[in-house]
């Protein structure tokens, strides 16, 4: 090989050829996670659709922000309240004068629903049409829907995936490496199994950057040493996930009018924020924002006020956190792709809905390499399928999946 490449290819003429070896580990790793993996991807690629998807299955959230003045919170709450007699407020989600406002309702310590009303007059929306799917999608998005079984099993596939995706571009790397269209293109010219491996490796050279991204950092949901490690190395100490309004117990109700007037007049240039109410500390209420120069929907800035009086108790800008700790908070959005925007949203989401393709056709692939091995047994002598056991491994199925 040139030793002007970036590294150098090993011979199959090795006595354990390093190729053969990440063949079998690759089909191997297929195999175990494979299906996992479709199931996996598609349903986070149906997540990454999820607000357009929940506006078109809701038509009737048409909100005119023109000429018409805010309700104040409490309003929005007692709204919400005489329709929900029966549950408390855990959290509001504001995203501007002109989108429904979503507030959190839940009896005793369950997780709630949520339901959307106008900010402005107060008319309930109710339950967002789709909101129960999306739940479930992403209770097999992350478990298969099998509790601490089922995410151990994401978790392992996940780590799999990152191993299909390194051992694959071994195994595909072209004669002529410098070129892209070697890498990029497909050849057409084979029919069968040889046209069903082009499309399976040329599309996963395409994709690799999206799997190996959304795998290393969906891991960091998955085991807690791969996100202590994560946390000592970007520097954070503390745990950085919120804690689950399941697990809050119900506080008594916080006035909310005079803190929410002292954040619009704080932060005029906000399109959305948070405020949990749910565990909130006494009179002191934090409420999470954004504006139009956050980087992602994981930047909060947040403004800490005295409910009674609406004083300013604190205030703590994205920016102006350390790195590492920007850096932990940027990995979700990392995972979903929405770090790069919008088409970073969609693309990663597309390729997520992709998965499936390479399960099956991997499947497939493993399938008639296996039908072809049982016929060439059949067809040859013992002694000569010895023979052929004993010589170099150069068949047209090298590093095939």
Do not use: C
Not at 130 to 157: I, N, Y
Not at 171 to 176: A, D, F, K, S
């Amino acid at each position: 090989m040139s030793s002007t490449w970036a590294f150098p290819m090993p011979t199959l003429s090795m006595p354990v050829p390093l190729k053969r070896a990440l063949f079998r580990l690759h089909w191997l790793a297929g195999l175990g996670a494979g299906m996992v993996l479709a199931v996996v991807g598609f349903t986070g690629g149906l997540l990454g659709f999820e607000g357009s998807i929940v506006r078109l299955l809701n038509p009737q959230w048409r909100v005119a922000a023109d000429g018409h003045t805010t309700l104040a919170p409490e309003q929005w709450i007692a709204n919400a309240r005489a329709a929900w007699p029966d549950r408390q407020p855990r959290a509001i989600a504001w995203n501007g004068d002109d989108e429904p406002v979503m507030l959190r309702m839940a009896r005793g310590p369950e997780r709630g629903i949520e339901v959307a009303l106008d900010p402005h007059d107060g008319r309930l929306f109710g339950e967002p049409r789709g909101a129960a799917f999306f739940a479930a999608v992403e209770r097999v998005h992350r478990t298969l829907a099998a509790g601490p079984v089922g995410k151990q099993v994401v978790g392992a596939s996940t780590a799999l995936l990152i191993v299909l995706v390194l051992s694959g571009i071994y195994l595909r790397w072209p004669r002529r490496a410098r070129s892209p269209s070697a890498w990029l293109r497909p050849d057409f010219r084979p029919r069968g199994r040889g046209l069903l491996w082009q499309l399976h490796a040329v599309a996963g050279t395409w994709l690799l950057l999206f799997y190996l991204l959304a795998a290393s950092t969906g891991l960091w949901w998955s085991y807690d040493v791969y996100r202590n490690a994560v946390n000592r190395m970007a520097g954070v100490s503390a745990p950085l996930r919120r804690p689950s309004p399941a697990t809050q117990a119900a506080a008594a109700p916080v006035p909310l009018d005079r803190a929410w007037a002292t954040f619009r007049a704080q932060a005029p240039d906000a399109t959305r924020a948070s405020v949990a109410l749910a565990g909130a500390n006494g009179s002191a209420l934090e409420i999470r924002y954004q504006t139009a120069a956050s980087p992602h929907e994981r930047a909060w800035n947040t403004l800490k006020v005295d409910a009674a009086s609406g004083a300013v108790l604190g205030r703590g800008l994205h920016a102006d956190l350390p790195r590492g700790r920007r850096f932990v908070q940027a990995l979700f959005p990392l995972h979903s792709g929405s770090f790069f925007g919008a088409p970073g949203r969609v693309l990663m989401s597309l390729a997520s809905l992709l998965l499936p393709f390479f399960a099956i056709t991997g499947l497939w692939l493993w399938l008639l390499r296996r039908r072809a091995a049982v016929g060439r047994t059949r067809r040859v002598p013992r002694a000569a399928v010895a023979g052929m056991a004993a010589t170099r491994w150069t068949g047209p199925d090298a590093g095939t999946p």
